[in-house]
């Protein structure tokens, strides 16, 4: 099993990143995805969740309206777009994958930094 993400990087506030996840090694479509991130010295939050056929997404309060979560059950991957940036979005970013058919499973990925200075 492995959740790779990608697409993290240093992003002046304000500007937009692209994360994605690729998942492997387990049946995709039957998990609900998840981001999260974790800040230096701060706990690990939810940021975004997207349910296994796509319909029903929750977000955190501080990130709605600017991130938007989005899988592609075909290719296996989650996105997470991110527009207006804040400085209080820099952290690692995880990918996590849970589902409780046949029986309870989830899978952290190694998560990807982002990091928004000027």
């Known amino acids: 099993v492995q959740l790779v993400e990608s697409g993290g990087g240093l992003v002046q506030p304000g500007g937009s990143l692209r994360l994605s996840c690729a998942a492997s090694?387990?049946?995709?479509?039957?998990?609900?995805m998840s981001w999260y991130r974790q800040a230096p010295g701060k706990e690990r939050e939810l940021v975004a969740s997207?349910?296994?056929?796509?319909?029903?997404?929750n977000y955190a309060d501080s990130v709605k309206g600017r991130f938007t979560i989005s899988r592609d059950n075909a290719k296996n991957t989650v996105y997470l777009q991110m527009i207006s940036l804040k400085p209080e979005d820099t952290a690692v970013y995880y990918c996590?994958?849970?589902?409780?058919?046949?029986?309870?499973?989830?899978?952290w990925g190694q998560g990807t930094q982002v990091t928004v200075s000027s």
């Open positions: 996590y994958a849970q589902s409780a058919v046949r029986g309870w499973h989830d899978y």
């Open positions: 997207i349910f296994s056929a796509g319909s029903i997404t």
């Open positions: 090694g387990f049946t995709f479509s039957d998990y609900a």
